[in-house]
Structure formats: C-alpha cells, structure tokens
C-alpha cells in the first residue's frame, strides 16, 4: 500500500534532518566558480540571440526540470560554468513569469555527493500531488557510471526555490551485476507518473547492444525503486535513447494533461534522443498501465522516417505540464553549428529554443507545435505584404523591419498544380533531397519561400521555402531550410535540412513561420506540422546589414496569400 503524500513528505524530511545537514549547510555555500556569470562578454557578438534563452557566456545543452511553481516558471538546463565546451556539468536555474524575460540564479544541482561528483547530468521534475517539486537526475559516481539521485528544495515557501538538498540514500538507482545495466548507458530519467495502483513509474534512457531500452522502474514511496522485468518499449537498431520522454495527449482537444492522466481520452507520446545520429524520434501509441507495456499506432515508424519534433538543430528535449494555462510546452536544445574553436572565441555555446505548446493533430497521427503565444509580446514594428501575384524568377525585398531580429508569417497559394514536377520513387530522404534541390535550384512549382539573414547582394542568405511535387496519388510538399548559402564561412556545418509536410495544396495554402534571432532561424511550417531549426552563421548579413526577402524560383508563379513581419525587441535572457 502507497504512503500517504503526509507521510512520504515527513519521511523526506526526516531523511534530511537526520543524514543530511551537510548538504542543507553546503547549499548555503555555492563555490563561485559554479555561479552563472552576469557580465556579458565586451567583445563584438553578432551571433548571440535577442530572445532565445541563452545565458552571458559558456556552454550550455539540455534543458533540465522544466516546470511551475507557486505561479514562477523555472527553467534548469546543463551548464558548463568554466568554458564554452562540455564538461564541469551543474543545473544551472533561472525563473520567469512570463517563458520569455529570465532571472539567473545560482545553480540548482551541483557536484557534492559521491553519486554525482563527477557530474549532474540530465534529469526531470516531478510536482508531487501535493504541489512540492522533487527532482531526479543522473549523476556520474567515482567510478564513471551513471546512477539516479533525488533532490528537493529546502524551502518550499520560496516560489523561486533557489536552494535545493540531495537525500542522503542516493543513488536510488544505480547499475550491479544482478540488474543487467549498462553503467555507461543508463541515463535521465523522465518525469516520474502516478498509476492507479497508487505506485510510481519512471523511465531510464539505456540501450543493450544496438538496442534502445526505455528501462522502467516503480516505486512506492518515491525513495525505493525497483527496475521492471521488462521496459517500457524498446526497439532494435536504435542505440542508445538518451533523453526519454513519456506524457499522454487529448485525443479531442489541444489542451494539454498532467503526465499522471490516464483513460479512453488521452494517447501517449514517448519521443527519444537518439545518442548516435543525434536525432529525435517520436510515437504515438497506447499505454496499458497494468501490463505496463507501450506500443506505437500502427504507421508509427521507429527508424530515420519516423517523426520528429523538429528536422534540424534541435536535440535533447523536454515537455512538462503548465497548470496555469492548462498547456503541455516543449523545450528544446539548439546547439552550434560553428566549430569548437569559433565558440571558444565567442565565449559561448549552445542556445534554448522558442518554447513550444504541443497538442495532437486532428488525424490523431502527429504532434502539432507552435512558439508559445507569450513570444509575441515582443513584437514591434510591423509590416504587410498585400495579396499579389509572385511570377517565377522573382525575389521581393521586404523593408521596414529588423531582419535579423524578426518574426515572419507568410502564407502561399498555388493554383496551377498540374505543372508540378513528378516526384522520384527514389527521393524518400527529405533531407537529402533539399541538398540536391537547393533554393539556387529551379524547379516548377518552387522553390518558393523565405531569404532571411540575406546580405545585400545575396552572396549570404539562409532560405526556408516549399517544392510541390506530383506523387502517386497526391500531391507531396517538400519543406527545407537551406544553409548552404548561409555564410561565407567555410568551417560552418551548413547541411540543409527538410521534410515531406503533410498538407494538401489542392485545398489548403502553405502558410509558413520563421522566427529569426540573429544566429537562429526557427521555422513552423503548415501551421505546425513540421518545424525546422537552423543555426547559420553570417559575416555579412549581420544586424543592420541583414535582410529580408519573399522568393519564387520556379517557373510558374504563386500567390502571396497574406503576410505580416515584425521587428522583435530584445527580451531579458539567461
């Protein structure tokens, strides 16, 4: 039988009272060195971003713990305090009111325990049915292997919960001979769910030869876990899943649920980062709570065809319930595509994505994303392009706005579909395809689209546009992002990214959004069916050197449906 929530909170209490004044002294000591700097580096930087999170200086991956408390959204994420390179890993922590302006604090997790003292790698909150926080996260032990630890905050009355204490029993899970676990592939864990049974699950990232596990454990007091028999779900030739995610979604509503709900209304999502292609992948599916067995929809594809949330330079992700708004909110890491040698000079790397809201599509097979409606409160000046006709060959400059600071809405209609050019059988990678048929390439219907951060002879740009194809069947969209074009710099990765999108074009416009921030284009294509995330570099198309282009190389002309592009003021970040 489950302890109550009374009793489970005395029972942590007790534990730290009794083992733990150590660590509650400590919290009160942050070694200087750990803190998250305030002073933004003096030297030039055109590539840092004007309101995607990121803080002044050093590296920076997964956002950890995302959550809100007592009315204050927290933000942790993996941070190096003492270089712009991995390594030195603490939770750093900032809080917001809004998802867009953040407060720094000191961080959160740090190295102080055996179980962690060689690093506080990715982890989750759990809000406890009575509203308190609690956190678990992989540390790396004295032996390099990778174990579960449990903190909370010391005060619970501070909304900001600046202080957080580590029970003394960590690990509470760890590798042995007897559990068959990889102790290098055995890492962050999810937010922890409630079953009707009155226990808790949680689920681990680890991989048993080529095979991704979602390793599940249960407990009933949140202190003593037992690993399952059996994962959750695993799949063979995937490696390791790092990252794991698992929440359930409304079948019928865009609003989002507790990762506890359960019933006829709601399916599941389980996405994993993949550790060797650096990819992520997601399903929709059932869980059974009894049989504690997950198992994708049919059409669910496990594999580099499945979905994602995001088909460029977005990894390590993490959802967690708003119950303010009653919204589920994606968060998302977007790292460089510059060198390591580029980022030590400019003092940083790594960078948070817009915040997402998710909910399923209406055909119940994908997830829909959109920027949090907050971002646009940082919209300023705006400008229109009116309905007109875009003829083949054409590129429209458009004036008025920051370009490299922006917020860009558009939406096309294509008419004449019978001119699309037949698509290949061949051409099933996406990503591939948007490589061979770049922005430069003209084709019938398309490329048509967005220059963003183009310079003013265009030698620069990074283009984000659609291609129609004639399929079988139906008509096929290809939506890309082209780099290739996107600086002068050669030691730049300037792959190009894309995807087939699912809309129809005999019915439907192609509406697409790109929210640029200096070193970031992030693009929602079909209203959110599909979101490409890019990092480009330019050395020309720089702040008030930078512009803004609507673009049709194809043949046949296309219709700007309607379109609207706002200068987006600086928000408070890091």
Known sequence: MAISSACFFFFLCSLFLSHGVLELEASHHVDQSLQVSSTTPS?????????????????????????????????????????????????????????????????????????????????????????????????????????????MPKNLSDPYLIEWVKIPNNPLMAPSSLNEINATSFRDPTTAWLGPDGTWRVLIGSKTDRRGLAILYTSKDFVTWIKSQHPLHSAKDTGMWECPDFFPVLINSKLGVDTSTLGPDVKHVLKVSLDDTKYEYYTIGTYNPKKDIYVPDNGSV????????????????????????????????????????????????????????????????????????????????????????????????????????????????????????????????????????????????????????????????????????????????????????????????????????????????????????????????GGGKAVIAARVYPTLAIDGKANLHVFNNGTENVKIASMSAWSMKKAQIG
């Open 302 to 525: 496990e594999s580099d065809l499945g979905l994602r949330y995001d088909y460029g330079k977005f990894y390590a992700s993490k959802t967690f319930f708003d119950s303010i708004k009653n919204r589920r909110i994606l968060w998302g890491w977007l790292n460089e595509s510059s060198i390591p040698a580029d980022d030590i000079k400019k003092g940083w790397a790594g960078v948070q994505a817009i915040p997402r809201t998710i909910w399923l599509d209406k055909s119940k097979k994908q997830l829909m994303q959109w920027p949090i409606a907050e971002i646009e409160k940082l919209r300023g000046h705006q400008v229109h392009l009116p309905q007109q006709v875009l003829k083949g060959g054409l590129s429209l400059e458009v004036s008025g706005v920051t370009a490299a600071q922006a917020d860009v809405v558009i939406s096309f209609k294509v008419s004449d579909l019978g001119k699309a050019e037949v698509l290949d059988p061949s051409w099933v990678n996406p990503q591939v395809l948007c490589s061979k048929k770049s922005a430069s390439v003209k084709g019938s219907l398309g490329p048509f689209g967005l220059l963003v951060l183009a310079s003013k002879g265009l030698q620069e740009y990074t283009a984000v546009f659609y291609r129609i194809f004639k399929g079988q069947n139906k008509y096929v969209v290809l939506m890309c992002s082209d780099q290739s074009r996107s600086s002068l710099n050669n030691n730049n990765d300037k792959t190009s990214y894309g995807t087939f999108l699912d809309v129809d074009p005999v019915h439907e416009e192609l509406s697409l959004r790109s929210l640029i921030d200096h070193s970031i284009v992030e693009s929602f294509g």
């Open 43 to 151: 030297k030039y930087q055109p590539y840092r971003t004007s309101y995607h999170f990121q803080p002044p200086k050093n590296w920076i991956n997964d956002p950890n713990g995302p959550m809100v408390y007592r009315g204050i959204y927290h933000l942790m994420y993996q941070y190096n305090p003492k270089g712009a390179v991995w390594g030195n890993i603490v939770w750093a922590h900032s809080t917001s009111t809004d998802l867009v302006n953040w407060t720094p604090h000191d961080p959160a997790i740090y190295p102080s325990q055996p179980s962690d003292i060689n690093g506080c790698w990715s982890g989750s909150t759990t809000i406890m049915p009575w509203g308190a926080p609690v956190i678990l996260y992989t540390g790396i032990n004295p032996q390099n292997q990778q174990v579960q630890n449990l903190a």
